[in-house]
């Protein structure tokens, strides 16, 4: 019998709970609340999927203290967000709000700023042209959508020289 028949599926959820977690788990890491969420979507019995992401977890391979912190350091290398934008994207992802709150611990205001202004150094490029208010507007409000607060858009854009006029 093939492994896609109805019958098998039926007969070891488990199994097909585990393939599916595991085969998600191959593209990249993802959280316990993720793939709970995926299980269900694919029509997996909740006391199965709680089951399947125990053991996975017992065995190493789902760690949401781990895939937050993973998360937190590459959000911040590479997309340079804010703490406030990593927050809401780890509780997206089902992470408890203990380890969004010990994980962005270590986020200070420094941190942030350091942040925001490489962010607004290599965004400041492509509005050097443009009318000094265009500039600002522009500045203030790619920075804003990467989660910065007030008080750190205006020191970045002030640091860069970059006003109203």
């Not at 019998?1 to 599916?20: F, G, H, L, N």
């Not at 999927?49 to 290398?77: M, P, T």
């Not at 703490?83 to 010990?102: A, P, Q, Y």
């Not at 490489?118 to 208010?133: C, D, T």
Request: positive net charge.
């Amino acid at each position: 019998m093939s492994s896609s028949s109805p019958v098998e599926v039926e007969s070891d959820p488990y199994s097909v709970a585990q393939t599916i977690a595991l085969m998600a788990l191959g593209r990249r890491a993802k959280s316990r609340g993720e793939l709970f969420s995926l299980l269900k979507k694919r029509g997996i019995e909740e006391e199965v999927a709680n089951a399947v992401l125990f053991r996975l977890q017992e065995q190493g391979f789902i760690n949401d203290h781990e895939f937050a912190r993973f998360w937190c350091e590459s959000r911040q290398r590479t997309k340079k967000v804010s703490k406030r934008i990593i927050t809401g994207e780890l509780r997206s992802k089902g992470i408890s709000d203990e380890i969004i709150e010990w994980i962005t611990s270590d986020i200070t205001d420094e941190s942030e700023f350091a942040n925001a202004l490489q962010f607004a150094e290599r965004k400041s490029r492509s509005v050097r042209s443009l009318a000094p208010e265009v500039a600002y507007r522009r500045m203030h409000g790619a920075l804003s959508r990467r989660g910065f607060s007030g008080h750190i858009v205006n020191r970045v854009l002030g640091e860069l020289g970059i006003t109203r006029s």
